[in-house]
Each structure stands twice: as C-alpha cells, then as structure tokens.
C-alpha cells in the first residue's frame, strides 16, 4: 500500500533541503574564503612594494647623510668653521703630536679544568668497567 506524505516525519521530507542548503553554503563560503584570501595577498603585495620603495629611499637618504658627514669631518672643512667661528685654532705641528703605541699582546697561558669530583668517578668507572659478557 502506498504511504501518504502526510504521514512521514518531518527529516525525510527536509532533508534533501537541508542538504543542499548544507552543500550550497559550503560551496559559497569557501568562494567568500578564496576571494577574501586573493585580496589579502593583493593588499600584502601592495604594502610590500611600498615598504621596499621606502628602504631604498632612506639608503639613498643615508647615504647622501654620510657623504655629507664625511665632508663636515674633513680637515679643509673642519678649518674652515674654525676661522669662521674666530677660535683662533690651528693646526698641529707633527712636532706637536705624540703617537702612543700599546705593547704587544701576549696570550696568557689557562690552567688546565679540573673535571668536576662526580665526573672524575664517572670516568673512572668507565675506564675500569668489567669487560661485557
């Protein structure tokens, strides 16, 4: 005799639906995943790149800094600032300068280490341990 609709429970009616709907947001979940995935890795090469761009702005800055340091510290332009400034320095006479020169150095020769009292037993062990069976 065939069943009735009516009389079937209401898990066999849904579900199917219930099943597609399951299947449907998987699907669509793991496309919003993919997508949001892709635009993460878009806006980190982005980010990437202009951080690049920005070190090779500040080496170019630090380079341009130390050539002008350089310059700064340089005899011609230390003197320079000096007459400026009206210090009245000069420079020295080599007759003036006194170069130290520090004696050599002589490795200094360790005491041998003494192994640790429970290490020393340990190795006496070993070294007179009965031969194995």
Sequence with gaps: MARNR?????????????KALLICLLI???????VWQQNQLFDLGRQKAECEKRLNTLRAQNG???RHLAELQ???SLEARARELNLGLTMAQPTQIVRL???PVTPSIKPALTPDPAERQYARRQTFASPAR
């Design 101 to 103: 020169t520090d004696a």
């Design 28 to 34: 669509g979940g793991s496309g919003v995943g993919y």
């Design 64 to 66: 341009q800094l130390a």
């Design 6 to 18: 009516k009389n079937q429970s209401a898990t066999v009616r849904f579900g199917p639906a219930l």
């Design 74 to 76: 340089s005899p011609r």
